[in-house]
């Protein structure tokens, strides 16, 4: 079973073989005909996804610092729920996929997978450092991303 997000649907040129789910608010982002040709050619089943899923989505991208829209949290909160594969080409999904345990698949083959490096740094500040709280001014620390990493690495003969 798959969960198709909107990069999958902009560019997956025909879907594989298996059972296709999709949420509401994804199709909501689907405007080009192409998009809208393949929801309703491979019979996509729309779902929403139960809120404590969701729940368990949003505080994990808190933590980690990805910055998520409501389809992309519904599609995650989703391929967790049916314990379904992601189809995603966006790199801040892939990446919580990651983080979660939640297995994705590439639509399109040119991507590359990343890993997103973070350190914990302090709002007020700007400055990095270990453990929960910043040392100056005592506020909770937050991790952001300081590098990305190309996770295929160097191509080997
Ligand atoms: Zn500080």
């Known amino acids: 079973m798959y969960v198709l997000d909107a990069s999958a649907f902009i560019n997956l040129s025909e879907l594989f073989e298996g059972e296709f789910l999709t949420t509401p608010e994804v199709v909501k982002e689907l405007k080009d005909p192409k998009s809208k040709a393949l929801l309703e050619a491979k019979d996509v089943k729309v779902v929403g996804p139960k809120k404590e899923f969701i729940d368990v989505i949003k505080e994990k ?57 973070r350190r914990k740094c302090c709002p007020n500040c700007g400055k990095f450092f270990e453990g929960e709280k ?18 295929r690495g160097p191509d080997r003969a």
């Open 61 to 117: 991208a808190g933590k980690t610092g990805d910055i998520l829209s409501e389809a992309d949290v519904s599609v995650l909160a989703l391929a967790l729920e049916k314990r379904a594969t992601l189809v995603t080409d966006d790199y801040s999904i892939q990446n919580l996929c990651d983080e979660l345990g939640i297995p994705f698949k590439r639509a399109s083959e040119r991507g590359i997978k990343k890993k997103f490096i």
């Open 134 to 151: 910043c040392p100056l001014c005592g506020a909770k620390l937050v991790p952001k991303v300081v590098r990305v990493e190309d996770l």
